[in-house]
């Protein structure tokens, strides 16, 4: 009886077994990650796409247009972007590639986050941990090329006025 009045609220980790108080974080971790990737999700579905294929991001907040453009008469690495979510988020995943290819591929892998994290939360999984060992400097290097081709695809694009 004077155990229980010492700690009237074990850990959480003594209710469940040894090692669960880490798969509650890692639920917890997985319900924040997939909460912040649907409500990601869901503003880029209400955005109306613009049909420059830039600019969409000016719908929220007072967000400006891009400097870059004014200036450089040249788009940012992220020009393109949120209206690539936007077309991602209502299916058109043809004009989010054509819009900004990095933009549609990020779409892409936040809907995937968004289930795998679902997925995590629910079942405990530690499938993440698969993804997390994918990390390597070749696949961050990787994914540095091709978000500079991107932008050299978005910078010719815009050059010859193709928006969709």
């Known amino acids: 009886m004077n155990e229980v009045l010492r700690d009237p609220m074990p850990a959480v980790g003594h209710l469940l077994g040894p090692g669960s108080r880490h798969v509650v974080v890692e639920r917890v971790v997985a319900a924040i990650v997939a909460t912040a990737c649907l409500t990601l999700l869901g503003v880029a579905a209400w955005l109306q796409p613009s ?21 450089a008469d040249m788009p940012c690495p992220t020009c393109g972007m949120t209206t690539a979510f936007a077309h991602a988020a209502d299916g058109h995943f043809i004009r989010s590639f054509i819009t900004q290819p990095m933009g549609c591929v990020l779409a892409i892998a936040t809907a995937m986050a968004f289930w795998v994290s679902l997925y995590i939360t629910f079942t405990g999984s530690p499938i993440w941990r698969v993804f997390q060992s994918m990390w390597r400097p070749s696949v961050v290097w990787i994914m540095a090329i091709l978000i500079l081709a991107a932008w050299g695809y978005k910078i010719w694009a815009f050059k010859r006025g193709i928006g969709i």
């Open 51 to 71: 049909p420059t294929g830039v600019g969409t991001h000016t719908q929220l907040f007072p967000l400006q247009s891009c400097a870059w453009i004014e200036y």
